[in-house]
């Protein structure tokens, strides 16, 4: 559902082709995804077998292949709300370090340490990257921005949050 939904809603936002939808991914999500990109076309392919998504023509640059454009149809509009509607009713939230978080209390007191100063400083980078993006990308589309300040505030909340481990 996850690869369907990033696929449709960046369709929503124009016609792309295979590679674009890939690199948009890439620079939008990164670090917060695993979206493989033989994936992405397969889901592209089971849009456009759906009738969620056409192709809408070619590019043709020198020396590659020829590139499939695909846009969104009617279908696939409905499709993509209903996903996310089903996305939002049913999905909790988690993330995976709740799972590890479970079992903390049986690290050492060392092991807990350095899990805190590593998770602490992989926090802070990465709020430092998401800043820039953002600040680099501050007339981009509004999902772009929207993630990025929801990733920051988020890691934001557990950089607090592992201080509050530390004492």
């Known amino acids: 559902m996850k690869i369907e939904i990033t696929i449709l809603g960046l369709l929503m936002e124009g016609n792309l082709y295979g590679y674009e939808i890939k690199k948009k991914i890439v620079e939008r999500l990164e670090d917060y995804v695993d979206i493989k990109f033989g994936s992405i076309y397969y889901a592209i392919k089971k849009s456009v077998d759906n009738g969620w998504v056409k192709r809408v023509g070619t590019e043709k640059e020198s020396g590659?292949?020829?590139r499939?454009?695909?846009e969104i149809l009617p279908a696939g509009k409905k499709h993509y709300k209903k996903l996310l509607k089903q996305y939002f009713d049913s999905n909790f939230i988690h993330f995976d370090v709740d799972?590890?978080?479970m079992f903390f209390d049986f690290?050492?007191?060392e092991q807990k340490e350095q899990f805190l100063e590593e998770r602490t400083s992989i926090m802070k980078d990465k709020i430092d990257?998401?800043?820039e993006k953002i600040e680099r990308n501050a007339g981009e589309e509004k999902s772009y921005?929207?993630?990025l300040t929801y990733l920051e505030?988020?890691?934001k909340a557990e950089?607090?949050?592992l201080k509050t481990l530390k004492s």
Request: aromatic share 12%; net charge neutral.
């Open 99 to 101: 799972i590890v978080l």
């Open 145 to 147: 921005r929207h993630i």
């Open 64 to 66: 590659n292949p020829e």
């Open 129 to 131: 990257s998401i800043k």
């Open 159 to 161: 950089l607090a949050w």
């Open 153 to 155: 505030h988020h890691l």
């Open 107 to 109: 690290l050492s007191d």
């Open 68 to 70: 499939y454009v695909y």
